[in-house]
């Protein structure tokens, strides 16, 4: 994240509310520190400004669950794809985002692993925040655009390889509570948000 101060001028500025015009908007340490009205804010000198005139000024998108983007998918399993994923999303303002995986086998979701870590060590156009672990592990009823034959359930020496503290973020499940439970204690250690959800006999889905 930088550390340079930037002020971002001229832009209609996009609120919870309204879009209004004449503010100024302040970053610093990569984050949104002010916003003033134009030409109030203390210390001016020390920002570099952005003429943003005709242009909107919002937060950048935060995207928890993306496949990839320009032409790359993230299960191509390459540095290439990551960054040239990436790219693409900034260019259209989401600034931070969890690559998302597919159910695969166990030695392609480790290759697609170790692309992520060598695309976040050279710097991707967008964060990464951590990895979206999206199955493999569904109810066969519940899976949706996952290749069935990599749908399984969870065993413990296959999924503490996957969800390591360093990579996963998010996981997603549509399994039966056994099943689960079995899991949580991994996911929760790790500081991993489930996403879970499972189907009741009624025909009712809750999560």
Same mark, same amino acid.
């Given at each position: 994240?930088?550390?340079? +101060? =930037?002020? =971002?001028?001229? !832009?209609?500025?996009?609120?919870?509310?309204?879009?209004? $015009?004449? *503010?100024?908007?302040?970053?610093?340490?990569?984050?949104?520190?002010?916003?003033?009205?134009? !030409?109030?804010?203390?210390?001016?000198?020390?920002?570099?400004?952005?003429?943003?005139?005709?242009?909107?000024?919002?937060?950048?998108?935060?995207? /928890?669950?993306?496949?990839?983007? #320009?032409?790359?998918?993230?299960?191509? !399993?390459?540095? $290439?794809?990551? /960054?040239?994923?990436?790219?693409?999303?900034?260019?259209? #303002?989401?600034?931070?985002?969890?690559?998302?995986? /597919?159910?695969?086998?166990? $030695? @392609?979701?480790?290759?697609?692993?170790?692309?992520?870590?060598?695309?976040?060590?050279?710097?991707? %156009?967008?964060?990464?925040?951590? =990895?979206?672990? @999206?199955?493999?592990?569904?109810?066969?009823?519940? +899976?949706?655009?996952?290749? $069935?034959?990599?749908?399984?359930?969870?065993?413990?020496?296959?999924?503490?390889?996957?969800?390591?503290?360093?990579?996963? +973020? *998010?996981?997603?499940?549509?399994?039966?509570?056994?099943?689960?439970?079995? =899991? &949580?204690?991994?996911?929760?250690? @790790?500081?991993?948000?489930?996403? %879970?959800?499972?189907?009741? +006999? &009624?025909?009712?889905? @809750?999560?």
């Amino acid at each position: 994240m930088t550390n340079e +101060k =930037i002020l =971002i001028r001229g !832009g209609r500025v996009v609120l919870g509310d309204r879009i209004r $015009e004449g *503010l100024d908007v302040a970053l610093a340490d990569g984050k949104i520190a002010a916003i003033v009205p134009t !030409g109030t804010l203390p210390c001016e000198a020390d920002y570099t400004i952005v003429d943003a005139a005709g242009q909107y000024v919002c937060p950048g998108f935060i995207d /928890l669950h993306s496949h990839g983007g #320009g032409g790359h998918d993230f299960m191509d !399993g390459t540095m $290439e794809a990551f /960054l040239g994923a990436a790219e693409m999303h900034a260019r259209h #303002g989401t600034t931070a985002m969890c690559p998302t995986t /597919l159910s695969g086998d166990p $030695e @392609e979701t480790k290759t697609v692993c170790q692309a992520y870590r060598d695309a976040k060590a050279a710097g991707p %156009a967008c964060a990464f925040l951590g =990895i979206h672990m @999206e199955g493999p592990y569904f109810d066969i009823s519940q +899976k949706g655009a996952q290749d $069935e034959r990599y749908i399984r359930n969870p065993v413990r020496s296959d999924y503490e390889a996957m969800l390591d503290k360093s990579l996963a +973020k *998010l996981g997603t499940s549509y399994v039966d509570f056994y099943h689960f439970w079995a =899991i &949580n204690q991994k996911v929760f250690d @790790e500081k991993i948000v489930p996403l %879970a959800g499972y189907e009741l +006999k &009624n025909g009712c889905t @809750e999560a």
